[in-house]
């Protein structure tokens, strides 16, 4: 991950598999979500008009000063912070606290914003957000991927996340833990999932879901085959970046997967990729345009 990446913190939410609304079984979430039956991060990865608006448990308090030292800027709904990595962890499948999802580039306020929103009344009950992030800067992991342990602890001595809802890992003793879930997240961000997640996700509506790390290797693996298989330009117009922007486009290519990314982040998963046949080198302008229906054109229906 980027290594300028300084402002960040460690979220602990309620284990949903979505967050685009009520879900029945949850795992985690402590009294208010036993005795309520779901937690105000039940929108967490909503797309809402393009956006994603999230709660951090409990009641949206946040210590700006906790994450930068830098200017606390201020508008009409608060106090607020831009450019945080916001990282989610849930309880995991054997108890332990795992990476859910993440926020890249996020806004944080530091206390609850009620905007009035309609699209976050629920049960007759406003749900408050304290992060604004654009919805293709909002990841969130497959429920049965959800591996990359945050350790937790009581003890001030240990680093790990501890009984606060909020960590953020800002001692000395923490970065180990720290550089770790950044090198995971950004592992997630360089793999070429995120091509294909930032056409895919306004399309159908939803935050993508990515798969697990091996299937992100295997992703990328499956990337580079195609673009050795096929050239690094666009097999539809013929656009070649290096041509057109020099040194600056050399290398640059997008790759689209032709079999959709819903088939794909099923159970199957990158592991059947066929590069020949799966997956297609794009410019930027062909990759939105055969996305421009849901599920994508096939690449011979697009003419130039
Ligand atoms: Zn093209
Ligand atoms: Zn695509």
Redesign the pocket.
Same mark, same amino acid.
């Given at each position: 991950m980027d290594s300028t990446i300084n402002k960040m913190f460690f979220d602990h939410i309620t284990n949903m598999e979505k967050y685009c609304g009520y879900e029945k079984d949850v795992i985690g979430g402590g009294r208010y979500v036993a005795a309520e039956g779901f937690g105000h991060e039940l929108f967490n990865f909503q797309n809402d008009d393009s956006k994603c608006y999230g709660y951090t448990a409990p009641w949206c308090k946040i210590n700006l000063k906790k994450i930068s030292k830098d200017e606390i800027s201020k508008d009409v709904l608060g106090e607020y912070l831009d450019d945080v990595l916001v990282i989610f962890t849930c309880e995991g499948k054997n108890g332990k606290r795992v990476i859910a999802g993440f926020y890249q580039n996020a806004r944080v306020y530091a206390n609850p914003v009620n905007d009035g929103r309609s699209s976050r009344i629920y049960n007759g009950e406003f749900i408050p957000y304290n992060l604004i992030c654009d919805a293709d800067n909002a990841i969130l992991i497959s429920q049965n991927d959800r591996d990359f342990e945050i350790p937790h602890t009581n003890s001030k001595k240990n680093s790990g996340h501890g009984q606060s809802n909020i960590w953020y890992a800002d001692k000395n003793i923490d970065s180990t833990i720290r550089n770790e879930a950044l090198q995971y997240v950004g592992n997630i961000l360089k793999s070429n999932i995120s091509?294909?997640y930032k056409?895919?996700l306004h399309n159908e509506n939803k935050t993508y879901i990515i798969v697990s790390t091996q299937q992100i290797k295997r992703s990328r693996e499956a990337r580079n085959e195609c673009i050795k298989l096929k050239g690094c330009y666009c097999n539809i117009c013929g656009f070649d970046f290096q041509k057109t922007y020099g040194d600056l486009g050399k290398d640059y290519i997008e790759v $689209? $997967?032709i079999t959709s990314i819903g088939e794909l982040t099923t159970s199957k998963g990158y592991e059947g990729t066929d590069p020949a046949k799966d997956l297609i080198p794009l410019c930027s302008n062909c $990759?939105s345009m055969? $996305?421009r229906k849901n599920p994508?054109y096939k690449p011979n229906e697009i003419t130039i």
């Open positions: 091509d294909e056409y895919s $689209h $997967h $990759h055969i $996305h994508p």
